[in-house]
Nanobody, 124 residues
Framework: VQMMESGGGSVQAGGSLRLSCAMS????????MGWFRRSPGKEREGVAR???????AYADSVKGRFTISKDNDKNILYLQMNSLQPEDSAMYYC???????????????????WGQGIQVTVSA
């Protein structure tokens, strides 16, 4: 399984960015796909999740601002980020799990496949 993020960059507070994660999964079925982020000095935290049945989950800090989606034809996972704030600045990672997960935003240890990460910087 290969996952590669794109679309990061710098934006002013209030702006928007869309992250993409191109996935090459071969015969592996992903039960869940997610976006995580890590800020300097902090642990990696779950941001959004999309299950293979279409169920989504979001961290409280991004609800109403971020949207996770997937283009099944292109096998690309997206994270639309609106109303960005400086505290959203982080390295963002896409991830996939090849086992079913408990509902909601779960720890990163339950995910098996990871992209290399991409930087998002939001200035005040």
């Amino acid at each position: 399984v290969q996952m590669m993020e794109s679309g990061g960059g710098s934006v002013q507070a209030g702006g928007s960015l869309r992250l993409s994660c191109a996935m090459s999964t071969g015969p592996v079925r992903l039960y869940a796909m997610g976006w995580f982020r890590r800020s300097p000095g902090k642990e990696r935290e779950g941001v959004a999740r999309l299950d293979s049945d279409g169920v989504t989950a979001y961290a409280d800090s991004v609800k109403g601002r971020f949207t996770i989606s997937k283009d099944n034809d292109k096998n690309i996972l997206y994270l639309q980020m609106n109303s960005l704030q400086p505290e959203d600045s982080a390295m963002y990672y896409c991830a996939g799990a090849h086992n079913p997960l408990l509902p909601g935003i779960v720890d990163d240890l339950w995910y098996h496949h990871w992209g290399q990460g991409i930087q998002v910087t939001v200035s005040a």
